[in-house]
Each structure stands twice: as C-alpha cells, then as structure tokens.
C-alpha cells in the first residue's frame, strides 16, 4: 500500500496546524489573550501525567514477552514524563502550594528532556556489551529510575525552594534544551518512521505522531508566553500526544485481537533500520518478529528456509542463488506482520473475509521486500509461494513455469512443514504421509521436480532441524553481500 498525496496532505496539515496557530499568536500578539485558569491547568496536567503513566504500564507489561531491553528505555521515557509533568500540575498556585514555585516552570521543561533523552536510547542501536549489561540489570534500572522519579515529586512538593539555583529564565539555556530535545526526539520519530514504512502498523504510525506532537510541546514551551493562549498550546499538544498514542494502539489492538502487537510494532524499529543499511543480524531480529506473530508455528520460518536450502542443493543451484532462497525463505511470511493476531490464532475455519485478509499476506511482504533494499532480490519468491502450477493460487494466479523457481521450492518447503509441525486447525502428520501429500498434488499444486528434489535431499538427512545454521549463516552473508 503506497502512501497517497492526500494522506500526506491530510497528515500534514494535522501536525503543522499547531506549529501555523503558535507563530501567528506569536507574530499577532493581540490574539494571544491572558487566560488564568488554575484548577483547568491542575486537571489538565494531572490527566497528562497519569495517561504517560499508563504507556509506562503498558509498555512495561509486554516487555518480558519479547525479550525487547530497549523496551524498557521507553517505558522509562513514558514514566519520566508522568513522573515529572506531575509536579508541573500539583504545584499549581491554588492547590497544594499557595504560590508559584521555580519547580513548576522547569518540570515542563525537564519532561520533555528527559522524556527525549530516554526515547533516543530506545531508538539507538547499542553496543553489544551494552546490551548484555542491560538484560542482566534492567529491572535495577528500571527501579533506579522509579526511585528517583519519586524522589523528585517528594522533594517538589516538601521543599519549596530545592530548585531555585537553577537559572530557567535564562534564554540561552532555553534554547540549548531546546535544541537538544528536539534532536533526541528527531531521532524517535526517524526510527519508528522506518518501521511504519516497512510494516504500515497503525501504532507505529501513532507513535510518530505522538512523537512530532511532542516536538511542537518543546516549542510552544520555548516560545510562548506564560498564562496566554500560546502558553496553553503545549498543555493542549501534550495531552493531544498521548490520546493519539492511546487511539493508534487501541486501534490496532482491537483488530489484532492481542495487545500483543503494541510491542511487536514497538521492537521491530531498530532491526528494520539496521536491514536498511545491509546489516546482517536483523534477519535473525525479523524472524522472531514473524514467528511471534503466532506462537502455534514457532520455529517454521526457518524449518521453511532449511528444507528450501536442501531442496536447491538437489537442483543444483549456486552459491549464490542457495544465499538468495534461504533469504527468501526466512522472509517468505513477512508480510504477516500487519495480519491480526485474532485471525493467525483462530481455532477454527476462517470467514470468507479472514480468509482474505490471509491471502493479502503476500502482497503486503512483497510491497515491504520491495520497499527494502536487503530484500528487494527476494521479492518473487515472497509473492508467489501460494501460487500453484494449474494456476489457481494466488495473488496473481500464475501457471508452471510462469512460477519463480524459489517460489516452487518454499512452496514445497513450506506446505510439508505445515503438515508435519500441525497447526491450530489441523493435527501434525507424519513426514512419510506430508510426503505422500505432496506427491499426490504434484503436478497439479507442487512443481513434480521440486517435490522429488525435496524427496531425495529428506531422505538424506536425519535431524528434524535439518541444516537451519547453514541457513542463518547462508542468509546473513547474502544480506552483507
């Protein structure tokens, strides 16, 4: 699915009518009108913070579920925000003290930077012995942080003048914070952007937004004027973040049918970046993301890619072209990414519409292959492993020869792992009878030559986990190449 002239326009104009209203107040000062409204700003603050507190808990709860330690970076983003925006709202002049204090400025101000600070180290690759570190003491830092956090409102709240020595007034300051903030948060919005263009999940889309929308908050903070009109644009813009946040979520997880996708969406950014640029280790990355998608097949991609690979021995294809089949085939469900969950899982018979949507797989993993240079040579083998020789497969429902090479053999390969691994609906046959299976369709489903092929280079090996390193290793070099 491209993205049309009038999705950006329309997109466009959201995000950029904040940004027109802000410099025209700006530029127009008698629109931009004094408003003192005290309590308004506690609840609208207050309601803020506790919507950041829960991304947090969201965030926080599927993260030992995809083993994602970056993951724990944003729920740290999320918590900063709610955290620290809270003393924004609960020292509002009227409420808990009776006059403005310096901690009530520069908590809107330390939020945001702080909120960025942490969504740039979720969206950065980092180094190995980072990582391992992290996964070993991640629930510390998690609790570090908390513990600070809470330090922060206690100290806001019991000592009035614990930041007084900080010069926020200061324009030169300002503008380094700004300027600083903005870059972190350029940094989120790039990486999930490439992860939206890859995939197309509503919620990554929701959290660029959320993200841009956070950029225009550091600029109305910035540039507008306390208690007046542009003042409350970023009260407005923030709040506005964490609804559309909530929207593309909610959204996406309702016709996924699992809260699940959030984070399949959320830690998918920094693999497809790096696949981007010819990097290696993603492959490995993206399989998970596609075998996540449904428990019930875990292991088939590269079950699927294995028995590709001794199939294309037996032909007697290159190096080379082995390299590009067992990429093809670890990317052959790619596009199942963007299936909901409520269907890849469902039990029983698919509706005429779920079957569908199904069937879109291979279009959409041939649209994201496409869009991917490490994967643009596998773009056939990806759309065309449902096709059949008596051409009625699908999507485009070619005939024989017409039929990719690579993508008769992943149909093979496949087809007899669906039959012998079992799925939801169908129990798991033997390798004889999947074997039987596919030549009692050969000619007519099955490319004849391939399923002999395949045929002959099972009965040579013995592990069910037949050559799946050689197919790692074969995918990887053929990306780095």
């Known amino acids: 699915m491209s993205l049309s002239l009038r999705w950006w326009a329309l997109w466009g104009a959201f995000l950029g009518l904040p940004m027109i209203v802000l410099v025209a107040m700006i530029e127009s000062p008698g629109i931009d009108k004094l408003w003192m409204a005290n309590s308004f700003h506690f609840y609208v603050v207050s ?10 808990i969201l965030v926080m709860s599927l993260t030992d579920s995809l083993r994602e330690t970056r993951l724990v970076f944003l729920g740290l983003a999320f918590l900063s925000i709610a955290a620290i925006f809270s003393v924004h709202g609960l020292g509002t002049p009227g409420h808990i003290h009776a006059t403005y204090y310096t901690q009530v400025g520069f908590s809107s101000w330390f939020s945001v930077f702080i909120g960025a600070t942490f969504i740039a180290i979720s969206a950065s690759t980092l180094p190995t012995a980072l990582e391992d570190w992290l996964k070993r003491y991640g629930v510390l830092i998690f609790a570090g942080v908390t513990l600070l956090a809470g330090l922060y409102i206690g100290m806001s709240i019991g000592v009035d003048d614990w930041l007084d020595w900080v010069p926020i007034s200061n324009r030169n300051l300002q503008y380094g914070a700004t300027a600083a903030t903005m870059v972190m948060l350029s940094i989120g919005v790039w990486r999930y952007f490439q992860a939206f263009l890859f995939a197309r999940l509503l919620s990554q889309w929701a959290m660029v937004i959320a993200l841009v929308l956070l950029m225009e ?49 959320l830690s998918m950014r920094d693999a497809i970046a790096q696949l981007g640029h010819g990097y290696s280790q993603p492959i490995a990355d993206l399989v998970d993301a596609i075998e996540w998608k449904d428990l019930y097949t875990l292991g088939h991609v590269r079950r699927v890619a294995s028995y590709a690979v001794i199939t294309g021995k037996e032909l007697g294809l290159s190096t080379l072209e082995l390299r590009s089949l067992a990429l093809g085939a670890q990317m ?72 990719p090479l690579h993508a008769r053999i992943v149909c093979v390969a496949d087809s007899f ?15 004889e009878a999947g074997l039987a299976e596919l030549r009692r369709h050969a000619g007519s489903q099955f490319d004849a030559r391939v399923v002999e092929a395949f045929a002959v280079a099972l009965s040579k090996t013995r592990d069910e986990r037949v050559g799946e390193p050689l197919v790692v290793a074969a995918a990887q070099a053929e990306v780095a190449a």
Do not use: N
């Open 47 to 56: 309601g803020t913070a506790l919507a950041a507190a829960a991304a947090c």
């Open 217 to 265: 908050v550091q600029v109305a903070i910035t540039w507008g004027r306390v208690w007046h009109y542009s003042w409350w644009m970023y009260h407005g813009t923030y709040a506005v973040a964490f609804v559309v946040l909530f929207a593309g979520w909610l959204i996406e997880a309702r016709r996924a049918g699992s809260l699940r996708v959030i984070a399949d969406a």
């Open 332 to 403: 052959h469900d790619v596009g199942k990414i963007g299936v909901p969950d409520k269907i890849l899982m469902k039990p029983g018979f698919l509706t005429p519409e779920e079957y569908l949507e199904i069937k879109e797989h291979v279009a959409r993993g041939s649209e994201i292959a496409m869009r991917t240079p490490a994967l643009r040579s596998v773009t056939e083998a990806i759309r065309h492993h449902h096709e059949r020789m008596d051409g009625t497969g699908y999507p485009d429902g070619l005939k024989g020869e017409e039929i």
């Open 417 to 431: 792992d669906a039959m012998t691994s079992g799925r939801v609906y169908q129990p798991a046959v033997s390798r």
